[in-house]
């Protein structure tokens, strides 16, 4: 009996060093849509922000779901106000350019919090089956990695990217923020669209590969995506109830998505708050 709670004890203290020395990461989030990191990254994402060591999120699509710049730009205010919310501090931003050359990428930094900061490129959603949608003329993120696409256009038409240009811009957006944590989609698994969106697997891959085109020596981490509401809860007690506060906030500036327990009663969000899995 004393030995099986010796080893509990240390496998619990082991948990939480991690868990710790995980906070103390300057982390890079590289993820498609704006709920992708409160979703499935969190509560990871919640120990980073509070952890305090550099965290940033670059979100490659605008979301927009074929929808017009009211509802994407929404999804983006939504995103500025959530980690807002999670730092505690007022949502006031000072906006800039990434730098990255031959693009035009807003970058966000938190006034209250300089050590968070969010990038957009705002390409095209590519939609469930990654075949876009007619208002952005069916383009997506799959076709340009597949080679079907020879370029595709930012949704405010500032900047188009072939295969090799995101792929160098995200090296460059890596190398520049340098961090020692890259945590992204699921980079391991071919694209299926009954196990989870294009856009989060196709994201995964582009950062794979862009950290490795880089100079960073970060560990790169994958999360899986809808899938995970196959799996068993994890993600219980302060962590889903700080989750599920943020994502709800969120929420309220994306009428795509539920905004309560109740609203989101026997839609896939509760499951997917509930749970949280690394490759």
């Not at 849509?33 to 509070?50: E, I, T, Y």
């Not at 003329?137 to 799959?142: A, G, M, N, Q, R």
């Not at 960073?216 to 799996?231: C, F, I, M, N, P």
Request: with cysteine; charged share 20%; proline share 3%.
């Amino acid at each position: 009996m004393k030995s099986t709670f010796a080893f509990r004890a240390l496998f619990l203290i082991a948990q939480y060093s991690l868990a710790t020395a995980q906070q103390t990461l300057k982390t890079l989030n590289i993820v498609a849509h704006q709920d992708d990191d409160l979703l499935f990254l969190s509560p990871d994402l919640l120990h980073n922000v509070h952890g305090g060591a550099g965290l940033r999120t670059i979100f490659l699509t605008a979301g927009d779901a074929g929808n017009d710049w009211a509802y994407w730009n929404g999804r983006q205010a939504g995103s500025l106000a959530a980690y807002a919310q999670m730092a505690g501090v007022a949502n006031e931003w000072t906006e800039s350019d990434s730098g990255a050359p031959d693009t035009d990428i807003p970058v966000y930094t938190l006034n209250g919090r300089s050590d968070i900061s969010l990038a957009f490129l705002q390409l095209p959603d590519g939609g469930l089956d990654g075949t876009g949608w007619e208002s952005t003329h069916h383009v997506s993120l799959l076709q340009l990695w597949n080679g079907d696409l020879e370029s595709i256009e930012t949704l405010t038409g500032s900047t188009s990217y072939t295969k090799d240009k995101l792929l160098s811009t995200l090296a460059w957006l890596i190398e520049d923020f340098d961090p020692l944590r890259i945590n992204t989609m699921d980079y391991v698994n071919d694209v299926n669209i009954d196990f989870d969106h294009p856009d989060h697997s196709v994201t995964g891959f582009f950062a794979d590969n862009a950290e490795r085109q880089s100079t960073s020596s970060a560990e790169l981490v994958g999360y899986l995506g809808y899938s995970t509401k196959d799996r068993t809860p994890n993600v219980g007690g302060d962590d889903l109830q700080q989750k599920q506060d943020t994502f709800f906030f969120y929420a309220g500036y994306d009428p795509g998505t539920c905004n309560s327990v109740q609203t989101c009663s026997g839609r896939p969000e509760l499951e997917w708050l509930s749970r949280s899995y690394i490759l």
